[in-house]
């Protein structure tokens, strides 16, 4: 079954812990990129990622990294959480859009407290 | 800097009701546009999408949406909703030549039987 999964689904972690989430992708999609949902701002992208080693800034990339090592995963890290990146996170994949590759296929979803 | 704005943040209609979602994007240059669906629980999923020919496109479940270029809008549009329908709709904007994405801040949908 093609899918975008996410690990974990759930996590609450305290102010300052390095942590890590994870995407991963079956589709041999050249795209991922990493959102964050937040009420009343919709989704906002945080970083992409256009192949292997190629990655770029969204709109809120402050206090997150990324990396692309291999086409399928795409993780997310946090170096140093604070609360105000307690949010639903989301992750994505598509072919690039000059293949055609418009629609982006997206995660279940990662809800990150930060206390 | 680049936005789309949706206008209607909550949306209360009864089933058989029509619908009509406004999405304004800023000028940017040429445009892929999308209408996503976020169900309770679910993941996002694409209701349709708009990159070149006919400006009227239609999508899943019924929906369709029209690209009109001079207003920089793509509003989302449902003759007759169903209970099912109750979900948060986001539009969402690509300029060509880049890969950024840019949502809005979605709609949230509310259908009484």
């Known amino acids: 079954e093609a899918q975008v999964t996410q690990n974990p689904r759930y996590l609450i972690t305290v102010t300052g812990k390095k942590l890590t989430v994870t995407c991963s992708q079956n589709m041999n999609h050249e795209y991922m990129s990493w959102y964050r949902q937040d009420p009343g701002l919709g989704l906002r992208q945080i970083y992409y990622s256009m192949n292997v080693e190629v990655t770029d800034k969204g709109d809120v990339p402050e206090g997150y990294k990324v990396s692309r090592k291999e086409k399928r995963n795409f993780p997310l890290i946090l170096e140093s959480p604070s609360p105000n990146q307690t949010s639903l996170y989301f992750c994505a994949s598509s072919f690039l859009p000059e293949r055609g590759g418009h629609e982006q296929y997206f995660g279940p979803g990662t809800r990150l407290t930060v206390t | 800097a680049q936005s789309v704005s949706q206008h209607n943040h909550h949306v209360i209609l009864s089933e058989a009701a029509s619908l009509e979602l406004g999405c304004n994007y800023s000028?940017?240059?040429?445009?892929?546009l999308f209408w996503y669906v976020q169900y309770p629980g679910q993941h996002l999923q694409l209701l349709l999408k708009y990159f070149s020919g006919d400006p009227l496109v239609k999508g899943i479940k019924g929906f369709e949406a029209e690209f009109i270029k001079s207003k920089f809008s793509f509003n989302l549009r449902k003759p007759s909703v169903q209970w099912s329908d109750t979900a948060e709709y986001f539009c969402?904007?690509?300029?060509?030549?880049?890969?950024?994405?840019?949502f809005g801040t979605g709609t949230r949908l509310k259908v009484l039987a």
């Open positions: 969402a904007v690509s300029y060509s030549g880049t890969y950024k994405y840019i």
């Open positions: 000028y940017g240059g040429t445009v892929n």
